[in-house]
């Protein structure tokens, strides 16, 4: 959440924006800035607020209070039409009838514009569909469909594109194709995307920044690497990828790093990389993401170079996935950690039952405050909100 009051540009500001339904609060009053020219996600689970407020910024919903203003201008009050936004959503609703020419010139046509071929024909070549023109939407496939979709809503030049959940209906493959397609469309026309996604990895591929929403608040914004590396809570930790959060008590208190005890050993972390109070007694749980983490047989413990920090264990579960092997490992600071290791040269005793050593750099590691749900944003739904 910025504080930037500044009312500059095109940005689009929301001022104290808040929904309620009877007694349900949909989304709590948040401040946000989504600035000018970026590609911003609204990223979260089934029924965070990120729908609601991007519906907000559309028109379709009206706040219960704050404000939207795009640029200077305050839009809070005016109806969807009249706000220099346009907006795609999952269903893409091209018109059946009308040929893919047609459908991204319905918007020109209907504003009474006359000439309509070289704006038409610019917009298809941006999406690479040009040679498409003639063909109707059943004779696409669900990505074409899509940047038609795309097409058809940039042609009126809003001043902000809204994008709800557009990849959804697609295939894996298909959808990391797309992400790639819409940014690069997105960097060729400048205009500001306000993207809302339950895809950790879609928002990440395809933002400047990132409002990681839960429970109709923002818990933090960002820029993907950021969000990743310094995750303030233990729902943005868990639900941006995978964290080994472990509980653990603060022995020293330094400015520069501390030491904090663990399953029986002793851990280092960057005071600066620690969200909770850094005073000796106190309690917090350290973070470490798994691909982050080496993993060596207890036999050859010794090879493992001085100043990492270390943790003991016996593999439970291995999974190999062609670039990586997932281990699970369980011990005294915990059970069910997790250690990505890349296939590189494979050690055939690291398998279920073997006794290890995990070590990783000190740097790594980040700290969060233990009076948080440790399993919090675990929960991961693969449902638009």
Not at 73 to 90: A, E, G, I, S
Not at 113 to 132: A, F, N, P, Y
Not at 244 to 264: C, F, M, R
Not at 363 to 370: E, P
Request: overall charge negative; hydrophobic content about 40%; some cysteine.
């Amino acid at each position: 959440m910025t504080t930037d009051t500044k009312s500059t540009g095109g940005d689009v500001r929301l001022t104290g924006i808040s929904k309620t339904y009877g007694s349900f609060t949909a989304v709590h009053p948040l401040e946000l800035t989504i600035p000018q020219g970026s590609f911003f996600a609204l990223l979260g689970a089934s029924g965070c607020g990120k729908t609601t407020t991007l519906r907000m910024i559309a028109g379709l919903e009206d706040p219960t209070t704050g404000t939207v203003h795009l640029g200077e201008r305050d839009v809070t009050d005016l109806p969807p039409y009249k706000r220099p936004v346009n907006t795609v959503f999952q269903s893409y609703a091209l018109f059946p009838h009308l040929s893919i020419y047609e459908n991204v010139a319905f918007g020109l046509r209907r504003r009474g514009v006359k000439s309509v071929k070289k704006q038409v024909g610019d917009m298809l070549e941006l999406v690479q569909l040009g040679d498409r023109a003639q063909q109707r939407p059943h004779q696409l496939s669900g990505g074409q469909q899509q940047r038609v979709a795309v097409a058809r809503a940039l042609i009126n030049h809003p001043q902000v594109l809204l994008l709800d959940e557009p990849l959804g209906a697609l295939d894996l493959k298909l959808r990391r194709q797309m992400q790639l397609e819409l940014k690069r469309i997105q960097t060729e026309v400048g205009i500001t995307f306000v993207h809302v996604t339950h895809d950790q990895e879609e928002a990440m591929t395809m933002a400047d920044q990132v409002a990681v929403m839960n429970g109709g608040r923002v818990e933090q914004l960002g820029a993907p690497a950021d969000l990743y590396e310094n995750p303030q809570t233990t729902f943005v930790a868990n639900f941006l990828g995978t964290s080994n959060l472990i509980p653990a008590e603060i022995v020293e208190g330094a400015s520069e790093d501390l030491v904090v005890s663990a399953g029986g050993g002793k851990l280092r972390l960057p005071a600066g990389r620690c969200q909770a109070s850094t005073a000796a007694g106190g309690r917090l749980l350290v973070g470490v993401r798994p691909e982050k983490i080496s993993l060596v047989h207890a036999d050859d413990a010794g090879t493992i170079p001085d100043g990492r920090n270390r943790l003991t264990g016996t593999i439970t579960a291995s999974s190999f996935i062609g670039v990586s092997t997932q281990y699970v490992v369980d011990g005294p600071a915990g059970s069910g950690l997790q250690v990505y290791e890349q296939n590189v040269e494979r050690d055939s005793r690291l398998a279920p039952g073997a006794e290890v050593v995990l070590h990783w750099n000190p740097a790594h590691t980040f700290g969060l405050g233990a009076d948080q749900a440790i399993d919090a944003g675990t929960q991961k739904v693969e449902d638009a909100a």
